[in-house]
């Protein structure tokens, strides 16, 4: 993870993960206030998002509670209006079960999961 800024509220997240040969194969880009959802820690006498609370998100971020194997369940059905992955990458996912998922949620809203396709050599988001 990368951040470009001290404003950290407003600051980009930039969010890779390469490969073995550090080719990258995921990318996502999040604002600081997105990791500060994750931090359990307030200060009340220190409001909004601060160095230490982002850094505090970004170890929850990566929290091992994260990671989930399998990453869907077989009795989980395909959600047709599924905005992040197509039928055929579900299946796909869903009948390899020995893959590992990581699952990250942005501003308490939007949940994301992700996990690598062996076969296709890539990231993919469900």
Same mark, same amino acid.
């Given at each position: ?39 359990? /820690? ?23 509670? /994260? ?26 996912? /869903?009948?390899?079960?020995? /893959?590992?998922?990581?699952?990250y949620t942005i501003l308490e809203e939007s949940i994301v999961s992700i996990v690598y396709i062996k076969a296709a050599r890539k990231v993919v988001k469900f």
């Amino acid at each position: 993870m990368i951040v470009n800024s001290t404003d950290y509220e407003n600051a980009k997240v930039y969010f890779y993960i390469k490969d073995y040969k550090g080719k990258r194969i995921f990318a996502d880009t999040l604002k600081g206030l997105s990791l500060y959802t994750y931090s359990a /820690q307030t200060n009340e006498e220190n409001p909004g998002l601060t160095k230490e609370k982002l850094l505090n998100g970004f170890y929850d971020f990566f929290n091992k509670e /994260q990671f989930s194997k399998p990453p869907i369940e077989k009795d989980v059905e395909y959600a047709e209006d599924d905005e992040l992955a197509d039928h055929q990458t579900w299946e796909t996912i /869903q009948n390899n079960p020995n /893959q590992v998922a990581f699952t990250y949620t942005i501003l308490e809203e939007s949940i994301v999961s992700i996990v690598y396709i062996k076969a296709a050599r890539k990231v993919v988001k469900f």
